[in-house]
């Protein structure tokens, strides 16, 4: 954040204080259901592409998640 407060508070305070704002929100684990919970889901142009949608705001969906070791390797001859 220094970096941040360098670089932005005097040129850029609108950017600086964004950036203090979301460092006041960063989720404490990497449970997205619980931020989600905490701060609620937002979704960009909801009205516009879900129109007729329930979204609560509360819910994310199970995706599961792929990790490299699951995949199988590439090789290049």
Not at 7 to 21: A, F, G, L, S, T
Not at 47 to 61: D, I, M, R, T
Request: net charge positive.
């Amino acid at each position: 954040m220094r970096g941040m407060k360098a670089k932005y508070e005097v040129n850029k305070p609108d950017v600086y204080k964004k950036w203090i704002d979301f460092a006041e929100t960063v989720p404490e684990s990497d449970n997205v259901q619980s931020y989600v919970t905490k701060e609620g889901l937002h979704v960009p142009f909801r009205e516009k592409l879900f129109p007729s949608c329930f979204l609560n705001g509360q819910s994310v969906l199970a995706v599961p998640i792929h990790r490299l070791q699951q995949r199988a390797s590439t090789q290049v001859t």
